[in-house]
């Protein structure tokens, strides 16, 4: 059962962040956060990303507003990047960051704009 879920897991991670992330991910894994990766990749993708309750493209949106309002911007960056793979728009990922900003303050805006400004400006030259 819980390779099952791994399994599980691994495929919408794969599908969301992308099979080149996800391998670079793995790759840098040491025996220290194996443990860790393990857990989110199980319950995080698996038990949450996979629930009929909210589609893909939500889910995503709603990571994007999370982790900006938090100021977690390593992995923001990952999730703008991930848009690509979630069918989210710049224009929605726009509103979201607006949203942040009059819930969770101008300052988690301003950086988060910044991290999507930079994203967006990398994958335009990677041609994506």
Do not use: C
């Not at 990303?49 to 911007?73: D, F, Q, V």
């Not at 607006?98 to 990398?122: I, T």
Request: no cysteine; glycine share 8%; net charge neutral.
């Amino acid at each position: 059962m819980a390779d099952e879920l791994f399994d599980k897991g691994m495929a919408v991670r794969k599908a969301v962040l992308g099979e080149a992330y996800v391998a670079r991910a793995e790759a840098n894994k040491t025996d220290f956060d194996a443990d860790w990766q393990r857990y989110v990749t199980e319950h995080a993708w698996a038990a949450v990303w996979t629930r009929p309750g909210l589609e893909r493209r939500i889910r995503s949106m709603l990571t994007i507003s999370m982790l900006a309002a938090l100021g977690r911007l390593d992995e923001l960056g990952a999730h703008i990047r991930a848009t690509r793979n979630t069918g989210v728009t710049q224009d929605e990922v726009k509103e979201v960051l607006l949203q942040v900003g009059v819930y969770a303050g101008a300052p988690a805006a301003n950086s988060a704009f910044a991290v999507a400004k930079r994203v967006y400006k990398e994958m335009e030259a990677e041609g994506k």
